[in-house]
């Protein structure tokens, strides 16, 4: 599965972006695609994951509440839709896709991943 972001850019404190990741390729043997992000100095941190098939969701504590992940199968097509971006959020945000895992929130677990597109807040 090949994986590519985009969306990413710099917004004000309290602003919002909405990132997108294109999946092509094998993508009927994904199972769950993930969101990741990497900030200088840092270990890649999980931010959030969505089952392919039935769309659950689980989100990391930094975001919950104020990010939002989505899927569009017909698209093949996931989003991160960020509100209430703090300067923290800072980072280069990597798409991930699985093709079955049961720990959701560790990048070892994901087979593919996209390039990353940073996302800068400043404040």
């Known amino acids: 599965v090949q994986l590519v972001e985009s969306g990413g850019g710099l917004v004000q404190a309290g602003g919002s972006l909405r990132l997108s990741c294109a999946a092509s390729?094998?993508?009927?043997?994904?199972?769950?695609m993930g969101w990741f992000r990497q900030a200088p100095g840092k270990e890649r941190e999980f931010v959030a994951a969505?089952?392919?098939?039935?769309?659950?969701?689980y989100y990391g504590d930094s975001v919950k509440g104020r990010f939002t992940i989505s899927r569009d199968t017909a698209k093949n097509t996931a989003y991160l839709q960020m509100n209430s971006l703090k300067p923290e959020d800072t980072a280069v945000y990597y798409c991930?896709?699985?093709?079955?895992?049961?720990?959701?929130?560790?990048?070892?677990?994901?087979?593919?991943w996209g390039k990353g597109t940073q996302v800068t807040v400043s404040s």
């Open positions: 969505i089952t392919w098939s039935t769309g659950r969701t």
């Open positions: 390729g094998r993508t009927f043997s994904v199972y769950i």
């Open positions: 991930a896709a699985a093709n079955y895992i049961s720990i959701y929130d560790s990048p070892s677990k994901y087979n593919s």
